[in-house]
RNA sequence: GCCCUGGUAGCUCAGCUGGAUAGAGCGACGGCCUCCUAAGCCGUAGGUCAUGGGUUCAAAUCCCAUCCAGGGCGCCA
C-alpha cells in the first residue's frame, strides 16, 4: 500500500503541473540512483508537442520544485535524461510500512481487485486410473497459488477438479479388472496399483493382441451408457483412485471446493441442454455423407481461427459424446449460459473434504454461473479450447468469451538422465512422460525421495530432537521445495525435471527461501526477552532501506501475480526478498547492536518474517521454525 | 504442409508488457564460521539477447523473413 501512497502523490503532483494530461506513465526505475518513481512523460510530451524532451522536463521540474513541500513522501526530485525521477522521503516512508505491516499482519498486502466476483479455477484434471505424477502436480500447483493468490485479493473462489471418469483410460483398467484377472485388492497403494501395474499391462498388452481392443470399445459404450452394471463398477473403481489422488494433493497442500464428474455431465442432462442450445443456434450440423457421416460435428468455417482445418465431432455416430461435447457442456455451466443443474453432495470421507456431483445430493448450494471461469489445462489442448472460446463466443458474445480463460502450461518432461532410471534409453535430450508406456514419476515418490535426503540434514542440524520432529519438519520442506521447483519457472516453458537438478537443496530453491525464513525466526526466538524501544529514532542505513522498499513493494507484486496471473511473480518477489535479507544477515548484528540500531533491526527482522510468511502462503509453502 | 510456443552467460532461467549500464542460480576460480543456523555470504571470470532486416528519440521486448527445438492439426482425452 506504501508504493500506491507514494505513486498516488506522484500522479497528484505532476496532474498539478500538467492538467492536460491523464497518464503519467510511471515506473519503478532499475538502478537506485534513478530514484523511486520515474516517470517518461517527458518523452510522450515531446512525440506530441514536438519539442526537445530534456526541455520539457526541465520546465515540468521547475514546476514541480515550487509545488514539492506539498507532498511529505517525495523527498528530491531530478532530471536524468530527460526521465523525471522522484525520490522518497526515506524516513516517512519506513515507518508507513512498518506500520502497515505491524498492524496488518497475516493481512499484509491485501488488495481488493476482485470487489468479491465468483471465479471458478478448474486443475489438476488428472484421469482416475492412475496416480497423479510430477506432470499433473505442475497443474495442481499452479491451480492451487492461482486461486489462493485470487482469493487474497477478493475473488470469491472455488476450486473445481474435473474428473473424467468415462474416457479411454478409464476402460483400459476395467479391462484389466473384468478380462485380464487383475485382482481388486493388492497391497500397493490404489492409485499407483492401477497406473502403475495394470493401465502399463493393458498397454502392453494391446501391441499383440488386438481382440482386446474390442472389448475395449464395449466397455467403453456401457460406461457411456450409464446404467449398466460395468458403469456402477467404473464409477466405484474412479472414486477409488480418486481418493488416494487426493490425498496426494492434500500432501501437496492443494484443495479442491467440488469434484466434477465427467459422467454426470451426461446424467444430468447438461449435456442435452447444451446439444438443443448449439442446435437453436444453428453452430452444429448432423452429417449425412463423406466422412463423418452419421456424427454431430461443428463446421470448421465457425471457429475462430481455425477455419481451414477439419470440421469438429461433438456426437459419435454410434451416439455417444465426446470429451469435446462435455467439456462444452462444462464450460456452458461454469459460465451459467445453461442453468446448474447438477446435485451436490458434501463428501466428508475424502481426504480432501469437499463436494462432488451425486445424482442423490441434496445440498443448498449452486457453483454454477460464474463471473470468471479458469481452466488450468496443459498447451497440447490449446486448439479444443479455442473451439470453446469460439462457441461461447457464439453463443454468448465476446463479452462472455472473454470470461472464459484457458490458462495455459507447458509440460513437464524427463531429462535424458532421469528417463534412463526409469529404464528408457534414448539419444534425445528430453523425453516426454507418458503414462501408457510407464514414463514418468509419481509426484509421491518424488516427495519420498526427497525427504529423504532432507532429512539427513534435518537430522544433523537439530541432534537433540526426535524422529517424529525431523520427520514433520522434512515433510513440509519437501513439499515446499517441490512446489517452489514447479513454480518458479514461467508457464511457456517446458520443465525438464531431474532429481538433483530440479530439486537442489541450494541457491533458488524452496530450501533456500525455508533457509532464510529460519534464520528470521532464530533471531525473533532469541529476542522475546527484550523491550523494544523507540526504533523511530534511528535512521536506517542503504540496506535497510532497500529492505523495506522490498517490503512495500509486496503489495505492487501480488497486484501483478493477480492480474496477470502470474503465480511466478510471487516466487521471484520471495527470492529476492531473501537475497536481501541474506546479504543483511551476514552484515549486521540485530541481537548484538546498540540501541536503537537494535530495536529497528528486531522490528525490520519480524517485518521481513511476517512478509515471507504471506507471501510462501500465496504459493503453497508451509514456513517452518527450524530447519 | 498449415497453425501455436520457445531460442538471453558453459548449463537452468529472470528481465515488471518499448525505456537508463541485460540480471540470478548452478558449474569454475578465490575468499569468509571465537559472532543471531555456512542449506549462507563476499569477490572474479563468463553476453554479436538464434540470425538478417524494419518501425522510433529509445528494441532482449513490437513487425517481417530465415534457422533451430518442442507442441497441435482424431468418431483419443
Not at 486443475?123 to 505424477?133: D, F, R, S, V
Not at 456402477?232 to 480418486?242: C, D, P, Q, S, W
Given at each position: 500500500?506504501?508504493?500506491?501512497?507514494?505513486?498516488?502523490?506522484?500522479?497528484?503532483?505532476?496532474?498539478?503541473?500538467?492538467?492536460?494530461?491523464?497518464?503519467?506513465?510511471?515506473?519503478?526505475?532499475?538502478?537506485?540512483?534513478?530514484?523511486?518513481?520515474?516517470?517518461t512523460?517527458?518523452?510522450?510530451?515531446?512525440?506530441?508537442?514536438?519539442?526537445?524532451?530534456?526541455?520539457?522536463?526541465?520546465?515540468?521540474?521547475?514546476?514541480?520544485?515550487?509545488?514539492?513541500?506539498?507532498?511529505?513522501?517525495?523527498?528530491?526530485?531530478?532530471?536524468?535524461n530527460g526521465?523525471?525521477?522522484?525520490?522518497?522521503?526515506?524516513?516517512?516512508?519506513?515507518?508507513?510500512?512498518?506500520?502497515?505491516?505491524?498492524?496488518?499482519?497475516?493481512?499484509?498486502?491485501?488488495?481488493?481487485?476482485?470487489?468479491?466476483?465468483?471465479?471458478?479455477?478448474e486443475?489438476?484434471?488428472?484421469?482416475?486410473?492412475?496416480?497423479?505424477?510430477i506432470?499433473?502436480?505442475?497443474?495442481?500447483?499452479?491451480?492451487?497459488?492461482?486461486?489462493?493468490?485470487?482469493?487474497?485479493?477478493?475473488?470469491?473462489?472455488?476450486?473445481?477438479?474435473?474428473?473424467?471418469?468415462?474416457?479411454?483410460?478409464?476402460?483400459?483398467?476395467?479391462?484389466?479388472?473384468?478380462?485380464?484377472?487383475?485382482?481388486?485388492?493388492?497391497?500397493?497403494?490404489?492409485?499407483?496399483?492401477?497406473?502403475?501395474?495394470?493401465y502399463?499391462?493393458?498397454?502392453?498388452?494391446?501391441?499383440t493382441?488386438?481382440?482386446?481392443?474390442?472389448?475395449?470399445?464395449?466397455?467403453?459404450?456401457?460406461?457411456?451408457?450409464?446404467?449398466?452394471?460395468?458403469?456402477?463398477?467404473?464409477?466405484?473403481?474412479?472414486?477409488?483412485?480418486?481418493?488416494?489422488?487426493?490425498?496426494?494433493?492434500?500432501?501437496?497442500g492443494?484443495?479442491?471446493d467440488?469434484?466434477?464428474w465427467?459422467?454426470?455431465?451426461?446424467?444430468?442432462?447438461?449435456?442435452?441442454?447444451?446439444?438443443?442450445?448449439?442446435?437453436?443456434?444453428?453452430?452444429?450440423?448432423?452429417?449425412?455423407?463423406?466422412?463423418?457421416?452419421?456424427?454431430?460435428?461443428?463446421?470448421?468455417?465457425?471457429?475462430?481461427?481455425?477455419?481451414k482445418?477439419?470440421?469438429?465431432?461433438?456426437?459419435?455416430?454410434?451416439?455417444?459424446?465426446?470429451?469435446?461435447?462435455?467439456?462444452?457442456?462444462?464450460?456452458?455451466?461454469?459460465?451459467?449460459?445453461?442453468?446448474?443443474?447438477?446435485?451436490?453432495?458434501?463428501?466428508?470421507?475424502?481426504?480432501?473434504?469437499?463436494?462432488?456431483?451425486?445424482?442423490e445430493?441434496n445440498?443448498d448450494?449452486?457453483?454454477?454461473?460464474?463471473?470468471?471461469?479458469?481452466?488450468?489445462?496443459?498447451?497440447?489442448?490449446?486448439?479444443?479450447?479455442?473451439?470453446?472460446?469460439?462457441?461461447?463466443?457464439?453463443?454468448g458474445?465476446?463479452?462472455?468469451?472473454?470470461r472464459?480463460i484457458?490458462?495455459?502450461?507447458?509440460?513437464?518432461?524427463?531429462?535424458?538422465?532421469?528417463?534412463?532410471?526409469?529404464?528408457?534409453?534414448?539419444?534425445?535430450?528430453?523425453?516426454?512422460?507418458?503414462g501408457?508406456?510407464?514414463?514418468?514419476?509419481?509426484?509421491?515418490?518424488?516427495?519420498?525421495?526427497?525427504?529423504?535426503?532432507?532429512?539427513?540434514?534435518?537430522?544433523?542440524?537439530?541432534?537433540?530432537?526426535?524422529?517424529?520432529w525431523?520427520?514433520?519438519?522434512?515433510?513440509?520442506?519437501?513439499?515446499?521445495?517441490?512446489?517452489?521447483?514447479?513454480?518458479?519457472?514461467?508457464?511457456?516453458?517446458?520443465?525438464?525435471?531431474?532429481?538433483?537438478?530440479?530439486?537442489?537443496?541450494?541457491?533458488?530453491?524452496g530450501?533456500?527461501?525455508?533457509?532464510?525464513?529460519?534464520?528470521?525466526?532464530?533471531?525473533?526466538?532469541?529476542?522475546?526477552?527484550?523491550?523494544?524501544?523507540?526504533?523511530?529514532?534511528?535512521?536506517?542505513?542503504?540496506?535497510e532501506?532497500?529492505?523495506?522498499?522490498?517490503?512495500?513493494?509486496?503489495?505492487?507484486?501480488?497486484?501483478?501475480?493477480?492480474?496477470?496471473?502470474?503465480?511466478?511473480?510471487?516466487?521471484?518477489?520471495?527470492?529476492?526478498?531473501?537475497?536481501?535479507?541474506?546479504?543483511?544477515?551476514?552484515?549486521?548484528?540485530?541481537?548484538?547492536?546498540?540501541?536503537?540500531?537494535?530495536?529497528?533491526?528486531?522490528?525490520?527482522?519480524?517485518?521481513?518474517?511476517?512478509?515471507?510468511?504471506?507471501?510462501?502462503?500465496?504459493?503453497?509453502?508451509?514456513?517452518?521454525?527450524?530447519?
Open positions: 500500500m506504501s508504493y500506491e501512497i507514494l505513486y498516488g502523490e506522484v500522479r497528484k503532483a505532476l496532474k498539478e503541473v500538467i492538467p492536460s494530461e491523464d497518464e503519467f506513465y510511471l515506473e519503478k526505475p532499475l538502478l537506485e540512483e534513478h530514484g523511486d518513481v520515474a516517470t512523460i517527458a518523452f510522450k510530451l515531446a512525440k506530441k508537442i514536438k519539442k526537445n524532451p530534456l526541455e520539457i522536463a526541465n520546465e515540468i521540474y521547475s514546476k514541480l520544485i515550487q509545488i514539492k513541500e506539498k507532498y511529505p513522501l517525495i523527498k528530491e526530485i531530478k532530471v536524468i526521465y523525471i525521477n522522484f525520490y522518497v522521503n526515506e524516513k516517512l516512508f519506513t515507518k508507513l510500512v512498518i506500520e502497515e505491516i505491524l498492524s496488518k499482519r497475516k493481512e499484509y498486502g491485501k488488495i481488493n481487485l476482485g470487489n468479491g466476483k465468483k471465479v471458478l479455477i486443475h489438476t484434471n488428472t484421469n482416475p486410473n492412475k496416480a497423479i505424477h506432470g499433473h502436480s505442475r497443474n495442481t500447483c499452479l491451480g492451487d497459488s492461482l486461486s489462493r493468490i485470487l482469493k487474497f485479493v477478493n475473488y470469491n473462489v472455488y476450486t473445481l477438479n474435473y474428473i473424467d471418469d468415462t474416457g479411454s483410460q478409464m476402460a483400459d483398467i476395467i479391462l484389466g479388472f473384468t478380462k485380464l484377472g487383475f485382482p481388486l485388492e493388492s497391497q500397493i497403494r490404489f492409485d499407483k496399483y492401477c497406473g502403475d501395474h495394470i502399463v499391462k493393458v498397454n502392453e498388452l494391446y501391441e493382441n488386438k481382440e482386446l481392443l474390442v472389448e475395449k470399445q464395449k466397455i467403453i459404450k456401457e460406461i457411456d451408457s450409464q446404467s449398466t452394471e460395468i458403469a456402477e463398477f467404473t464409477r466405484n473403481i474412479a472414486r477409488k483412485v480418486l481418493y488416494y489422488q487426493l490425498q496426494t494433493c492434500l500432501r501437496l492443494a484443495y479442491f467440488l469434484i466434477n465427467e459422467s454426470d455431465i451426461v446424467r444430468f442432462n447438461l449435456l442435452k441442454r447444451t446439444l438443443q442450445i448449439l442446435d437453436e443456434k444453428r453452430i452444429i450440423t448432423k452429417e449425412t455423407e463423406e466422412e463423418n457421416k452419421g456424427c454431430i460435428v461443428i463446421k470448421s468455417k465457425l471457429i475462430k481461427g481455425h477455419e482445418e477439419t470440421d469438429q465431432v461433438i456426437i459419435r455416430s454410434d451416439g455417444s459424446s465426446t470429451y469435446l461435447a462435455k467439456d462444452i457442456a462444462y464450460a456452458f455451466w461454469k459460465l451459467g449460459i445453461i442453468k446448474d443443474e447438477f446435485k451436490y453432495k458434501f463428501n466428508k470421507e475424502y481426504p480432501i473434504p469437499c463436494y462432488e456431483t451425486d445424482i445430493g445440498e448450494i449452486k457453483f454454477g454461473g460464474a463471473d470468471l471461469a479458469i481452466s488450468v489445462i496443459d498447451v497440447r489442448q490449446t486448439r479444443l479450447q479455442d473451439v470453446i472460446k469460439s462457441i461461447i463466443s457464439l453463443v458474445g465476446e463479452e462472455m468469451a472473454k472464459y484457458h490458462y495455459k502450461y507447458e509440460l513437464v518432461a524427463l531429462s535424458n538422465k532421469a528417463a534412463k532410471e526409469l529404464g528408457y534409453h534414448t539419444e534425445s535430450k528430453i523425453v516426454h512422460m507418458s501408457r508406456k510407464g514414463i514418468y514419476f509419481n509426484t509421491d515418490d518424488v516427495l519420498d525421495k526427497l525427504k529423504e535426503k532432507i532429512k539427513q540434514i534435518v537430522k544433523k542440524n537439530n541432534p537433540e530432537k526426535d524422529e517424529k525431523v520427520e514433520e519438519i522434512s515433510e513440509k520442506v519437501a513439499v515446499s521445495a517441490l512446489r517452489y521447483a514447479l513454480l518458479k519457472l514461467d508457464n511457456d516453458k517446458v520443465l525438464v525435471f531431474d532429481f538433483d537438478e530440479t530439486l537442489r537443496l541450494e541457491g533458488d530453491s530450501v533456500y527461501v525455508l533457509y532464510s525464513y529460519v534464520r528470521t525466526k532464530g533471531i525473533l526466538r532469541k529476542v522475546r526477552e527484550f523491550k523494544i524501544g523507540n526504533y523511530e529514532e534511528y535512521i536506517p542505513n542503504d540496506m532501506v532497500k529492505i523495506i522498499k522490498k517490503l512495500a513493494w509486496f503489495t505492487e507484486a501480488v497486484k501483478i501475480a493477480a492480474q496477470n496471473l502470474q503465480p511466478q511473480i510471487i516466487i521471484i518477489y520471495i527470492r529476492d526478498l531473501c537475497d536481501l535479507f541474506n546479504s543483511y544477515y551476514e552484515k549486521y548484528p540485530v541481537i548484538n547492536s546498540e540501541e536503537p540500531a537494535r530495536s529497528f533491526r528486531i522490528i525490520l527482522v519480524e517485518c521481513v518474517s511476517q512478509v515471507l510468511e504471506n507471501a510462501m502462503n500465496l504459493v503453497g509453502m508451509t514456513p517452518v521454525e527450524y530447519l
